[in-house]
């Protein structure tokens, strides 16, 4: 009988497993622009009714106005979030670049969903990040050795999108294996019997 409990369980868990997944998007794009709009359109697929998501945001650039609050707008869906920079207490991952004597920092930003707020989205699934004017683009012929990505200092934004997925049906092998097992579980115990 305890073998049998602890079968269960595990076939259980296994469906569990299946049922509870997540799975992440990703859009980056590079500044070219002073004060450039990002504007990322995600398309998820089917998510779990009823459950929560998140953003993560990265951006780095050259946030020249960072004594000014607002170096950053982020609008999720049809929300705006507010106005951020790297002094902002949301802001973490805060990461000076310091090259050519400009202001370049790197920061992430964290945003989570509610239920309510994630069925909103998936209606609506935009994201705009828009950095302020005094964010100036870092890829000028003056400076064109900062827009090369292998050195890590091109202006960019990248939003992150983590979302649960519906709940994926339990194969029948899964019971047609489970069930079997348990049927050799009854055979051993009789052979002892």
């Known amino acids: 009988m305890i073998n049998k409990t602890i079968l269960l369980g595990v076939l259980f868990l296994v469906a569990g497993a299946v049922n509870a997944a997540t799975t992440t998007l990703s859009q980056?794009?590079?500044?070219?622009?002073?004060?450039q709009d990002f504007s990322f359109d995600f398309t998820p697929g089917a998510y779990?009714?009823?459950?929560?998501?998140?953003?993560?945001i990265s951006v780095q650039g050259d946030f020249s106005d960072i004594a000014t609050p607002g170096s950053t707008a982020i609008t999720i869906g049809d929300v705006d979030k507010g106005n951020f920079n790297?002094?902002?207490?949301?802001?973490?991952?805060?990461?000076?670049?310091?090259?050519?004597n400009t202001n370049t920092y790197r920061y992430k930003l964290n945003f989570n969903l509610d239920a309510a707020q994630t069925t909103a989205f998936m209606n609506n699934s935009n994201v705009v990040v828009d950095f302020a004017d005094g964010v100036v683009a870092l890829c000028g012929w003056w400076n064109l050795g900062n827009c090369v990505a292998d050195e890590g200092d091109a202006p960019y934004a990248q939003v992150d999108y983590t979302y649960e997925v519906s709940n994926v049906p339990v194969?029948?092998?899964?019971?047609?294996?489970?069930?079997?097992?348990?049927?050799?579980?009854?055979?051993?115990?009789?052979?002892?019997?």
Do not use: C, I, M
Not at 28 to 35: L, R
Not at 48 to 55: K, L, Q, T
Not at 86 to 100: H, K, L, M, P
Not at 176 to 191: D, E, I, N, P, Q
């Open 171 to 193: 194969p029948a092998a899964v019971w047609l294996f489970g069930s079997a097992l348990l049927g050799l579980a009854g055979v051993a115990r009789r052979k002892k019997a």
């Open 86 to 100: 790297r002094v902002s207490a949301e802001a973490y991952d805060v990461f000076s670049q310091s090259f050519n």
């Open 28 to 35: 980056s794009q590079n500044q070219t622009a002073d004060g």
């Open 48 to 56: 779990e009714v009823g459950s929560s998501s998140s953003f993560t």
